[in-house]
């Protein structure tokens, strides 16, 4: 995950996107499958991307806790309308829109992470308010 975030902030200024990285551990140990992982991750920041409008912020941070990790990715972009929420986890759901500077997406993105995420024995859940931006949560358990 560090090359990953670290490739997104070498491209900060060109993107005009303003990222920060906190964990409360130094060293955090989950087992997991790396590449699936990453896909997650990748495509979390991804529609974080997409959808956080020219000088917003994107947030991830990892919490180590007591039998689990928490991993959260949140930004102050244009937020997941209240009528997708039930349902944007299901392949080609009415959520699937092209990003703010005419992305495609195909709607699988989020039935992968969610899949990928159950995998690990995991869960992930999501808060947003339109306007305001969007928080996802994936908590894995040791």
Same mark, same amino acid.
């Given at each position: ?75 102050? #972009?244009?937020? %997941?309308?209240?009528?997708?929420? +039930?349902?944007?986890?299901? $392949?080609?759901?009415?959520? &699937? =829109? ?10 699988? #993105?989020?039935? %992968?992470?969610?899949?990928?995420? +159950?995998?690990?024995?995991? $869960?992930?859940?999501?808060? &947003? =308010? ?13």
């Amino acid at each position: 995950m560090n090359v990953l975030i670290g490739e997104y902030i070498n491209n900060e200024l060109e993107m005009k996107k303003r990222f920060s990285l906190r964990s409360n551990m130094e060293k955090v140990y989950i087992e997991i499958d790396e590449d699936k992982f990453f896909q997650i991750i990748n495509n979390l920041i991804s529609n974080s991307l997409k959808f956080t409008n020219d000088g917003g912020t994107i947030a991830i941070t990892i919490d180590d806790q007591d039998t689990s990790v928490l991993i959260t990715v949140a930004d102050d #972009g244009v937020g %997941i309308p209240e009528q997708y929420h +039930e349902h944007l986890f299901e $392949k080609f759901n009415p959520a &699937s =829109r092209s990003g703010l500077k005419g992305e495609e997406s195909i709607g699988l #993105g989020m039935s %992968i992470i969610k899949t990928i995420v +159950e995998w690990h024995n995991g $869960k992930i859940w999501f808060q &947003s =308010r339109v306007n305001i931006g969007t928080t996802f949560y994936i908590e894995i358990p040791r």
